[in-house]
């Protein structure tokens, strides 16, 4: 079940407005031409308030974004309705990850920026799975997870193996149920994929907390 924190995070304070750079740089490189951006069907899962998908939109791109916090998917749908030019697609829904369609629609892009890492590890592995269901043959995914060097990791309550219920430290300090992975977990969890890339960004931060991150782009 999706953590109550994140409703109340969403009602409680603006989330963050800008798009990933990570995301636009791999987005940007792979989907080349305005033409062929607007023939890539783009799903973010856990959209929050839509800044990566104001990128995405802007850009051309046809965009559908899910998130489990009604607040978010308002403030998403009030940003961007207004961005959205002749010909593109918003598609927004309140939904969890636990509750993706089993339909046939596919996708040539889904993305999952910071927001399937707060799960437990069966809904993270089940909405993977649901991920290389739902994307096209050579569709694409792009992900960013903390890894477990992060400040904070292995502090509050640990409910399976590196799953911290409420981190009482670091980037998702009280935060909820947070996942926290390693390069051998990706490596394994995408062992099926045709393609997988991972880049791994170390970050000293001015505050003394560490942050280690991982961007995942894989392809069906
Ligand atoms: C850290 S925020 C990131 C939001 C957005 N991706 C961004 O980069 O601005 C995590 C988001 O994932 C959503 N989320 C977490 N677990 C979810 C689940 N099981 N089902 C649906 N949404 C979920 C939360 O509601 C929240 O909006």
């Known amino acids: 079940m999706m953590d109550a924190v994140w409703e109340e995070l969403h009602a409680s304070r603006p989330w963050g407005k ?5 995301l636009i740089r791999l987005a940007m490189r792979t989907y080349r031409t305005p033409e062929i951006r607007a023939q890539t069907k783009v ?17 051309g791109f046809q965009t ?26 918003l598609d927004l829904k309140t939904m969890t990850f636990e509750e993706l369609p ?11 920026h910071f927001a ?9 592995t089940q909405t993977y799975d649901n991920v290389y269901r739902m994307l096209a043959d050579g ?8 890894g477990r060097q992060t400040t904070g990791a292995d502090s509050g309550v640990m409910i399976e193996t590196a799953t911290s219920q409420n981190p009482t430290c670091g980037p998702c300090k009280e935060m909820g149920v947070s996942h926290f992975f390693d390069r051998p977990e990706i490596e394994q969890l ?31």
């Open 190 to 220: 995408f062992a099926a994929w045709s393609e997988l890339t991972i880049t791994r960004r170390l970050t000293d931060e001015a505050n003394g907390d560490t942050v280690e991150e991982f961007i995942i782009w894989a392809q069906k």
């Open 116 to 124: 399937i890492y707060a799960n437990p590890l069966t809904t993270i």
């Open 102 to 112: 089993s339909g046939t629609e596919q996708f040539d892009l889904i993305v999952d």
């Open 18 to 22: 800008y798009p990933a750079e990570t």
């Open 64 to 89: 559908y974004g899910l998130d489990g916090a009604p607040t978010a998917i308002a403030k998403a749908e009030a940003r961007l309705r207004p961005l959205v030019k002749d010909g593109q697609t």
């Open 139 to 146: 569709g694409r995914f792009y992900a960013s997870v903390w």
């Open 43 to 59: 799903l973010e899962l856990g959209c929050g308030a839509g800044a990566n998908l104001s990128f995405l939109l802007a850009e």
